[in-house]
């Protein structure tokens, strides 16, 4: 099927300005103009973006992106290349994701400290409840 550069704006979430930036950074080498000179984009094309989008989101540098995009354009003899972005990606991920999950436990552990000081009228609950405290001891490292 083929979109217009709206079209594909509008289903992916992302701006037209977005899209052509996108491609003035080379990023999208694979579209094709019409004879109007406007972006016509296709299906493949939206999988590309699709991956492009998980890729920045995930952190990855437009250079980067940029450079696996040079890479695919190379052909098969970049596989191992390409493969070896993805993981070092999802490296990087899986590192994010266990500080965020130190973060959330932080968080859940002052979500818990409120409820309590709430339901008690005092910010002081550590003596009335131990297992705060701990918690708060275990998290933190200091009483």
């Not at 940029?66 to 890479?71: E, G, R, S, T, V």
């Not at 973060?103 to 709430?118: C, G, L, P, R, S």
């Not at 550590?126 to 490292?141: C, D, S, T, V």
Request: aromatic share 10%; proline share 1%.
């Amino acid at each position: 099927m083929r979109y217009t550069i709206g079209q594909v704006a509008k289903k992916l979430g992302l701006t037209a300005h977005t899209l052509r930036y996108y491609d003035k950074e080379g990023l999208l080498p694979f579209v094709k103009k019409g004879s109007s000179g406007a972006r016509v984009f296709e299906d493949d094309d939206l999988d590309w973006l699709l991956i492009l989008e998980c890729l920045k989101a995930t952190g990855m540098h437009l250079k980067d992106i940029k450079k696996y995009m040079d890479l695919c354009l190379v052909g098969d003899s970049t596989l191992q290349e390409r493969m070896n972005m993805f993981v070092r990606q999802k490296k990087r991920i899986e590192e994010q994701m266990q500080q965020l999950n130190k973060y959330m436990e932080k968080i859940d552990f002052k979500i818990a400290y409120y409820t309590e000081a709430v339901k008690n009228g005092s910010a002081d609950i550590y003596k009335k409840n131990k297992y705060l405290a701990q918690e708060r001891e275990r998290i933190f490292g200091h009483k």
